[in-house]
């Protein structure tokens, strides 16, 4: 699905995604060869369940999509249950690399932990910059122009005056750059602690997947936990309002762009499926 959000096409990008998979991996933990080879074998396989089981149901999302679209009734409730089934498939799709994760943890050295470590700072570091270290109006100018990359790819493009009220609608979500970075940092001590807890327990196979399985849940619901709901909940609610409003002031032939984008997506997605 972040394929479908970055992509005019995604056949290429879909059959490229193993490599892509496996670099980036490799990028944090500089993988050995025993490693690699472990790894792009279960990359692979993982793509094959992905390609012959899942993608057919991501034509059925976007043929749903399209029937919103076309009924001039999508709201931001209609919107949240997409959201909530775009995330369980998420979801699905990483406890389904459940048995591989914990392959590659039982096998990590303690210099990878380190590399993860720095990769997550360098990371870090660059959050900070861009997104803390600026004034508040720039902070809104970025988020706002990220959002417009998307809207521009769906719909193709909007008028000045349907900037502005995509400008406004955006400036109304919640910003809490802070609040994103402190959350980040503690996912990412999380994950370390995990694999270190791994490596110095020496745990087998079956307590490594059921602790990967927990960071994997607290990951995946951290939004409802207490104390941060209210947040979370908030900004859920602007984004999905953000784009209701795109949705709202599109005009026919922007509509049927966006139409057209979903039916070409899925078309890669029917062709994806039948392939190889």
Request: charged share 30%.
């Amino acid at each position: 699905m972040v394929l479908v959000t970055a992509c005019s096409s995604i056949r290429f990008a879909y059959n490229q995604g193993d490599t892509l998979a496996y670099w980036w991996v490799n990028a944090y933990l500089d993988l050995d060869s025993e490693q690699s080879g472990a790894l792009k074998q279960d990359i692979g396989k993982m793509f094959d369940w992905h390609r012959k089981t899942q993608l057919k149901d991501y034509v059925q999302l976007l043929s749903n999509a399209q029937r919103q679209l076309a009924s001039g009734q999508t709201g931001p409730a209609d919107l949240k249950t997409n959201y909530k089934e775009v995330k369980a498939r998420t979801e699905l799709l990483a406890n389904k690399a459940l048995p591989d994760l914990a392959e590659l943890a039982m096998t990590m050295k303690p210099e990878q932990f380190g590399r993860m470590e720095k990769k997550f700072s360098s990371n870090n570091d660059t959050f900070r910059k861009k997104f803390i270290k600026v004034d508040t109006e720039k902070k809104q100018k970025l988020r706002y122009k990220k959002s417009m990359e998307q809207f521009d790819l769906w719909f193709g493009g909007f008028s000045n005056e349907q900037e502005a009220i995509l400008r406004k609608a955006s400036d109304a979500r919640p910003l809490n750059n802070e609040f994103w970075l402190e959350e980040r940092v503690l996912r990412q001590k999380k994950i370390v602690a995990s694999l270190r807890k791994i490596h110095t327990e020496k745990l087998n196979k079956e307590a490594t997947t059921a602790l990967l399985a927990d960071l994997l849940k607290d990951i995946f619901h951290r939004e409802e936990a207490p104390e941060h709901r209210a947040f979370y909940d908030n900004n859920l609610d602007g984004n999905l309002n953000l784009i209701s409003t795109a949705i709202r002031i599109a005009t026919p032939a922007q509509k049927a762009h966006a139409q057209k984008r979903m039916a070409d997506w899925a078309n890669d997605f029917k062709d994806l499926a039948v392939s190889k």
